[in-house]
């Protein structure tokens, strides 16, 4: 079984703070994948890295793929309350015609103002 | 379009019960997936089916099973509920189950407690 870990568990900061969240695994992955997710519902796709080295920007929002494909880093800045929830990185380590997510543990984000 | 949808979204079973998740999804979608999400744990997968008639083992399948009869279903079927099956239980599905460049899309989720 394949294990991502993701760190700080827990972080709360207050409106305009920067921050960022780590996620980290022992096995190499074939493209990852970051998630919000707010009470009582479903994850949302955020965005998908594939190459090692990979940036991509969305607003506020910057992700990175590690150069070894086994880790990846969410940068917010100047963090708003709207970011407020449960971040969740996802690893596909595809072994064949399909390919399976594991989830790292998350981490949960409250910005207040 | 509704995306993917769930019912029912809270249910009380008593230990021993059986019950089915229901899953739907009117995206044409090829792949769909079980997760069960745990305080901690993150989201772990279940089973999957990469179109009608074909399903696989995820990560913790056991005391779950599953059939994909169409392309638009995907139920859940508890046999016989355990308090360990306590969770909430997301489906999901995407246009192809051969990589994840493809977005997954999540329903709303099924509040599950086994007593």
């Known amino acids: 079984t394949q294990l991502l870990e993701q760190s700080p568990q827990f972080l709360s900061i207050q409106e305009g703070e920067n921050l960022t969240v780590y996620c980290n695994s022992s096995s190499v992955f074939s493209s990852l994948q970051w998630y919000r997710q707010e009470p009582g519902e479903g994850p949302v796709l955020l965005v998908t890295?594939?190459?090692?080295?990979e940036v991509k920007k969305l607003k506020r929002l910057t992700f990175q793929f590690g150069d070894a494909r086994k880790d990846s880093s969410l940068h917010i800045t100047a963090a708003q309350p709207g970011d407020t929830g449960l971040y969740l990185c996802?690893?596909?380590?595809?072994?064949?015609?399909?390919?399976?997510?594991?989830f790292g543990t998350g981490t949960r984000l409250q910005v207040t103002l | 379009n509704a995306g993917v949808t769930q019912t029912p979204k809270f249910q009380v079973l008593k230990t021993g019960q059986s019950m089915t998740l229901q899953c739907a999804q009117d995206m044409n979608h090829e792949y769909m997936s079980w997760y069960r999400q745990d305080p901690g744990m993150g989201l772990r997968l279940i089973h999957y089916s990469v179109g009608a008639g074909i399903t696989d083992q995820g990560e913790v399948p056991n005391g779950y099973n599953v059939s994909r009869s169409t392309t638009e279903d995907f139920p859940l079927r508890l046999l016989s509920a355990a308090p360990s099956q306590t969770s909430v239980y997301f489906c999901?599905?995407?246009?192809?189950?051969?990589?994840?460049?493809?977005?997954?899309?999540f329903g709303p989720g099924t509040r599950l407690t086994v007593l």
């Open positions: 996802a690893g596909d380590y595809g072994t064949g015609t399909a390919s399976k997510l594991t």
């Open positions: 890295v594939v190459t090692g080295g």
């Open positions: 999901a599905s995407s246009y192809s189950g051969i990589t994840f460049t493809d977005t997954q899309y």
